[in-house]
């Protein structure tokens, strides 16, 4: 394996609007609309030349949002700033911002369609 482990990421959901919402609430940023016909995605920021994976929101019929066995980490700048705003969004916060050692701090949480994500930040 060459370079970065992950190269994209998806996180499904059953109500776009909602979900694009909370998660530009969320992390104060706009997501973009990718082109595709048979597919909604709906892209995070992001730089194929620096650190990290980009991905979207993405909804397909018949495939349920939540429920799902791998965790994102969104990096940050201190993770109970966006922590606080996943409660005031809809979201739910499952671990509140806690140390893992010299790695920094992470909080887990949960989205408006069920999805758990992680937030890291190393303050």
């Not at 990096?75 to 806690?98: I, P």
């Amino acid at each position: 394996m060459k370079g970065n482990a992950v190269g994209w990421f998806e996180i499904y959901v059953d109500d776009m609007t909602r979900a694009k919402k909370f998660y530009e609430s969320v992390f104060s940023t706009t997501l973009e609309r990718l082109n595709n016909p048979e597919v909604e995605l709906w892209s995070f920021p992001g730089n194929v030349n620096s650190y990290g994976a980009p991905g979207a929101l993405v909804k397909i019929p018949g495939v349920a949002a939540g429920g799902n066995s791998v965790l994102v980490y969104f990096s940050c700048a201190d993770c109970s700033l966006e922590e606080k705003r996943v409660t005031e969004f809809g979201g739910k916060v499952e671990k509140s911002k806690f140390a893992i050692g010299q790695y920094g701090f992470i909080s887990l949480v949960y989205d408006t369609e069920g999805n758990m994500f992680g937030l890291h930040s190393m303050n």
